[in-house]
């Protein structure tokens, strides 16, 4: 594992790749504290924070989309397969580099709001209880586009599903107020979401049986479920999609609360879809 | 050393490797040798562990690819067909990785570093970025990053594939040189080439194994093939005349040449080469009949090569029996 992370270190640092993601988080934080803490002369480095959020739709997919699309581009991941490694080092090592590379320069980030407090009242707590949290949304989102890279040996498009997910997830809860509340609704889209696990399941396991399964069982659970007592799916779909949102989660430690059970959503996410990584790569063995 | 068993590997429908089941020794160099498509690099593939197997096991010095593949992968030199290179870094830094990733460190690691970029002859290159290097050395730096580690078994896939005929050669002496002290496993679709470093050769054809063993006992296994051809100055049913007489012939095919001769390949049914040449100079010369030509026809391992991968292997059973035999014959 260690070897992947200093390979994967020094990539990022001889390329172009971590001064143009670090130049950009901090171009962004700059604008943001110069608008809002010199220009406004707000006290909150969490408001900076909360107005950098929205780069990340743009930040994450530069740093994550060649992680390991270029490996299969270059066929390199062959080297890896056959080096006494197992994937999960090599999916730790290599998010641990990626999330070294997002550590540096929020380092120097956090240096503003102690800066801002020599000059007048700063409340340094929320500050860098949002800086924490900022790093660890930023560490979810890296565990999904680096997900997202494992799924294709095309850059481009790597770039853009990350890109478009990430999106999705910052508007999800402006458009959960225009999705249907009804219980029909929910129903229906948890249909429909059955039916995409099938699929990834299909995918990334190649099990036929098992993809068909899953997505019947649960179509026949949310179906049942919905006969029996209808009233469960009342507006389930517009707090499913809030619940989800790693943004929303986010704008409650700007307001001022360590919610710790947001820090433990973060973890499920990475944890999650590092885990998904692992398996896609597996399935690359058992192709 | 390697230990494949019924290895099997299937796409849905297409079996691309179909039960094949092999033992390689330590200390050789090995051949591995089939037409585009047979399943070469599948098999390889699945040897060093970059593939599971749909059925069957490998085994490396007693351990388990798919169980226990953290020991049997340091056994393994792998260079795959494509060399995976990482393009944007130099040769130093991709064999620093490779040699930290099979466990290597400090001054052993600069030390193997050293010796391998010397095997390769690298020298001069290692301060370049890859991407820059001409196919030759990309492929050596490909052979380098297999020999860290020094593994007792190396596997090169196509090793000579697209270089230019001074690189094959040297590649060629490097493999020969690396056979003395470990075994080396590698695959070509270039008959010559295997003919002339390898002590053993696999064929495989359709994903099965057709015949395993070493080139000289493959040629031999095919003396069926054999035969003679002749160009003789004579009218063609003369020719057919005098080899009806003749003893030892099972069949021949004519063909009148365009300055009038007549060229006659015959097979052989029994006897030796060198006994029915003597007796079809004397038959044509006792009737007056000039032979301009007359040459034996041995089998080579190209005629093994073909007649084991086009026709649907009747013969391969046979060969494989029989490969078994001089084995047992040889030690």
């Not at chain 1, 990430?166 to 809860?173: E, K, P």
């Not at chain 2, 060399?83 to 991709?94: D, G, I, K, S, V």
């Not at chain 2, 009949?289 to 009747?314: Q, R, S």
Request: charged fraction near 20%.
């Amino acid at each position: 594992m260690i070897a992947v992370l200093k390979h994967e270190l020094s990539g990022y640092f001889h390329s172009l790749t971590a001064y143009i993601f670090g130049a950009f988080l901090m171009a962004f934080v700059g604008i943001g504290a110069m608008i809002y803490n010199i220009q406004q002369a707000v006290a909150n480095f969490e408001y900076v924070l909360s107005f950098v959020s929205l780069a990340f739709v743009v930040l994450v997919p530069i740093l994550t989309m060649r992680v390991i699309a270029e490996e299969r581009k270059q066929k390199t991941d062959q080297l890896l397969y056959s080096l006494p490694i197992t994937s999960v080092q090599v999916v730790a090592g290599k998010y641990l580099a990626l999330l070294a590379v997002y550590f540096i320069p929020l380092c120097i980030v956090s240096i503003y709001p102690w800066m801002f407090a020599r000059y007048g009242e700063v409340y340094l707590p929320a500050s860098y209880g949002s800086i924490a949290a900022f790093f660890m949304m930023g560490a979810a989102l890296i565990s999904v586009g680096m997900f997202i890279s494992s799924l294709t040996e095309n850059l481009g498009f790597a770039a853009g599903i990350a890109i478009s997910v990430i999106l999705l997830n910052y508007y999800s809860v402006s458009l959960a107020e225009h999705v249907s509340s009804t219980a029909f609704g929910s129903v229906a889209v948890l249909w429909v979401l059955s039916c995409l696990l099938g699929v990834m399941i299909r995918f990334l396991t190649g099990d036929e049986g098992l993809a068909y399964g899953a997505a019947f069982v649960l179509i026949a659970a949310t179906g049942a479920a919905y006969w029996i007592k209808p009233e469960l799916f009342e507006g389930l779909l517009p707090e499913l999609m809030k619940q989800l949102s790693l943004f929303e989660r986010f704008y409650t430690f700007v307001s001022g609360v360590f919610d710790l059970t947001s820090i433990v959503y973060y973890c499920t996410v990475i944890g999650f879809f590092l885990f998904l990584t692992v398996q896609s790569l597996e399935k690359r063995r058992y192709h | 050393m390697i230990t494949v068993e019924h290895l099997t590997k299937r796409y849905g429908e297409f079996t691309a490797v179909d039960d094949l089941s092999f033992e390689i020794e330590e200390g050789h160099v090995y051949g591995f040798l089939g037409p585009n498509g047979a399943g070469k690099s599948t098999t390889m593939n699945m040897i060093t562990g970059c593939l599971s197997a749909t059925e069957g096991r490998v085994k490396i010095d007693g351990y388990d690819m798919f169980e226990e593949p953290d020991k049997a992968k340091r056994l393994l030199g792998y260079l795959p067909e494509q060399p995976p290179l990482y393009m944007n870094e130099t040769p130093l830094e991709y064999l620093k990785f490779v040699g930290e990733a099979k466990g290597l460190k400090g001054r052993e690691l600069t030390r193997q570093i050293g010796a391998v970029i010397c095997q390769t002859r690298l020298e001069g290159m290692e301060n370049r970025l890859i991407a820059k290097l001409s196919k030759g050395y990309k492929q050596r730096v490909g052979i380098a990053q297999a020999l860290l580690g020094d593994p007792k078994i190396n596997i090169l896939d196509e090793p000579t594939v697209g270089l230019d005929p001074i690189q094959i050669v040297e590649i060629r002496d490097l493999i020969r040189q690396l056979g003395r002290e470990r075994t080396v496993v590698l695959s070509s679709h270039i008959l010559s080439e295997v003919q002339a470093i390898c002590e053993k050769v696999l064929i495989i054809a359709k994903g099965k194994l057709a015949a395993f063993d070493a080139p000289e006992n493959l040629e031999k296994l095919f003396l069926a093939s054999r035969g003679i051809s002749f160009v003789a100055e004579a009218e063609a049913d003369e020719v057919e005349e005098i080899l009806k007489g003749m003893e030892g012939i099972s069949a021949w095919q004519m063909k009148r040449a365009e300055d009038g001769n007549v060229c006659v390949e015959v097979q052989i049914a029994s006897g030796e080469i060198s006994d029915l040449s003597r007796s079809l100079f004397f038959a044509f010369a006792g009737k007056q009949k000039a032979l301009l030509e007359l040459t034996a026809k041995k089998a080579n391992l190209e005629d093994v090569f073909i007649e084991l991968t086009e026709n649907d292997m009747p013969e391969a059973g046979m060969a494989k029996g029989e490969s078994k035999e001089s084995e047992a014959a040889d030690q």
